[in-house]
């Protein structure tokens, strides 16, 4: 039921897509179906294929070495300024009819303060092709704060309009205030003849005064525009200059949106590239409006499972396409061009929306430890490449590549929610980039040695160094071969030239094989497998110290197959991604009585800043009632239901 619609516009583009060869251009991927492998019925968030991992590599170089500075003076290849918060979440604005019903609000919490403490902040973009027809209202029917309007049977490519209130965004504002979100929002482009900012009113309003607003992506993929029947089929970069020219005079004269700099654009999926917009003179033409460019991208897509469409890919064929450092570079480099201009313009450049595939991913391939390594590398090399920041997406149950996922509706009593791979890749990220916003990375892949000469299998070794405030601050070191016999275990050693290190820290990411989807552990700790969590790490802290030679500052540090290992240099280093304390909401809300769920108002006195060390662990999910500040009852339900759940695996 309901799924024609988004099947014929689907058809649409992917028979668009394949016209087009440019940046291995793939349909975006919240349009999905539900999927099965072989043997499994269920939906495909919980899907529990297991594929092989590749085999050891011919030649596999364990014994590696790297030579580092200790400041960043003669480095070449430096980042811009980064910050933790780097890898966010992308969720389609969405909503499901019955979220009253069914919503898990304090995993979604926790999962956000797991990042907010390591990283300061977390970054959600809420958008997608709904944003393009959602319409503010004042209220509606049974005081429900999102519905679907009427879908207007002429135009079988439409995509059902949700009609939303103010509440919606005062909900953002009291999760921004308990876990530090900073959202990215859609301002709706569907017809800029007849615009509706209400979205920038209320939002500008509700969120920009604490800093919760980062910015209003300006239509999304106005590239497939055309191919989804939404403009005519002539639509061209310098048409969609025109319609931004018209917005950004609306907004000019609407005082009601007192912040007029923070638009996004251009939000191009691969049709178009960056630089066919960037050429029709938008970025000076409107640099005032402007806060960031933007792209989205999928590496390939799962097409032919979903739909028929296109050309088969086996997930077993396509998985070790993931497993080595080329699959970030090949991502990124498309791009370079595209952030050395925005930095020339001054803007910064993001990935709005990505994952491991478009069309739901891989069963086996998305949800993988493979995934999470990827997912790493892939952040570390955006990062090198000039992004400011990327976005995982996020989509309903019928999807594999989830960074997490609440239980179906009617499992909300006994069921927890379920966390995928590239969850484990975000708070990497966020360690390995800390919170101070002056990491610098550099890729050192190509300075790996061994016995003094190139290391032909580096590819599977990649290293990055982290610089903060010009001092070598931490090392992100993989090993992306599977090998249960100990055999391919690598011994990364490095010197740090001009340095004066002790000993270093050491966490790792790891599974027993790149393959494996149950067994994550980060620094020990897992979110467990399908159903699993409340959203916090479970187990012990497991925090290796690795002597040094103390006179040449070398260190030598095991990389067990398959890792990823994050070596803090300092202490300052160390301490700063990892607080004593992580704010969580402990719970058993977990079901359908999670109406009368309260969070005590302490937590909102604390919870701006980011010091855990501050805050007690806070933990009631009793009925305590008057949380002054705080909308709880029902509204969390409502948004975090809509933006967790909603991400159009379902359509309505
Ligand atoms: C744009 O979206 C609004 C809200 O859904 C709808 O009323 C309007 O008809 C749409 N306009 C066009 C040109 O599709
Ligand atoms: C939380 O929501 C309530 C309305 O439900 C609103 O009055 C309040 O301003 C919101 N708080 C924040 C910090 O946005
Ligand atoms: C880089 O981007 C700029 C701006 O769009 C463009 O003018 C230039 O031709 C591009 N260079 C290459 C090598 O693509
Ligand atoms: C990775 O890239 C290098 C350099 O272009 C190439 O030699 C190597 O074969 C590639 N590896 C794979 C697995 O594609
Ligand atoms: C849950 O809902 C789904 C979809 O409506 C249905 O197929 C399934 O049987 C339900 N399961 C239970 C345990 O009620
Ligand atoms: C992985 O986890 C599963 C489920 O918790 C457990 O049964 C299995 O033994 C673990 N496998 C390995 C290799 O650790």
Redo the contacts with the bound molecule.
Sequence with gaps: MGRLLPLLSLLLTVSHVFAVTVYNQVPLADQTNTASSATYTGAAAYDPTVLNPPPVPVGFVTQVSLNLQATSNNVQGLSPPLRGSFLGFSIEFSVINQVSDSFLQVPFLNLMSNIRERAGEVRIRVGGNTQETATLVDSLPGGVMMAKAAVDTNNPTQTPAILYTPEVLYLLGNISALVGVKWFLGIPFNDTTNLRLGIAEVGEAVLSGPGYLLGFQVGNEPDLYAAHGHRPATYSPYDYFGEFGVLVNAISADTSIPVKNNLVAPSVSGTWSPEDVFNTGLVPAYTSSLGFLSVEHYPTDNCYAEYGIGTPVSPQDIFPTYLTHNASLALVAPYLNASAYSASQGKQFVMMETNTASCGGFPGVSDSFGAAMWGVDYALQMGVGGFWGGMMHVGGQDVYYNPFTPPPTNQSSYHQWTIGAVYYSSLFIAEALGPTGSAQLVDLTNAITSNGGPVSTAEYTPVYGVYENGQMARLVAFNYVSDGSGASAVSFSFTVQGGNVGSVQVKYLQA?SVA?K??TTWAGQTF??TFASDGRPTGSLSIQTIPCDTTSSTCTVPLPAPCIALIFLTPTAFSESNPSTIQTFATTAYTKTVNTATINPSVLATSNGMNGAERGTVASTSNEGGAAGVRVVMGWGAVIGAIAMGALGVWW
Excluded: Q, S
């Design positions: 027993p494996d149950y067994n467990g497998g």
